[in-house]
């Protein structure tokens, strides 16, 4: 996965969170994560966000997992789009 999509990952939840209106410490215990740094890795797209957090992060901000896999679909699909002009210098 690209930094660009990591990217754009991290803000859909870091957005969801702020909807919610959770802050990052009841996050980080909810979800049992190390550290708010940890939380702010993974809105930040700075780290590759673990598949098992990144559908507990949809549970606990209620968002439904086929929004979640919707997101990811247009991601892997605009990734692919991009590559090809890279590789075919468009």
């Not at 901000?61 to 075919?88: H, M, T, W």
């Amino acid at each position: 996965m690209n930094s660009q999509s990591m990217k754009r990952i991290g803000e859909f939840f870091r957005e969801n969170r702020m909807k919610t209106e959770m802050d990052a410490e009841a996050v980080v215990n909810e979800l049992g994560l190390v550290s708010v740094t940890q939380l702010f890795e993974y809105e930040s797209g700075s780290v590759q966000i673990p598949l098992e957090d990144l559908f507990a992060m949809s549970n606990l901000y209620n968002i439904p997992p086929d929004e979640v896999v919707r997101f990811l679909y247009v991601l892997s699909v605009e990734g692919a789009e991009d590559s090809s002009k890279e590789v075919l210098g468009r």
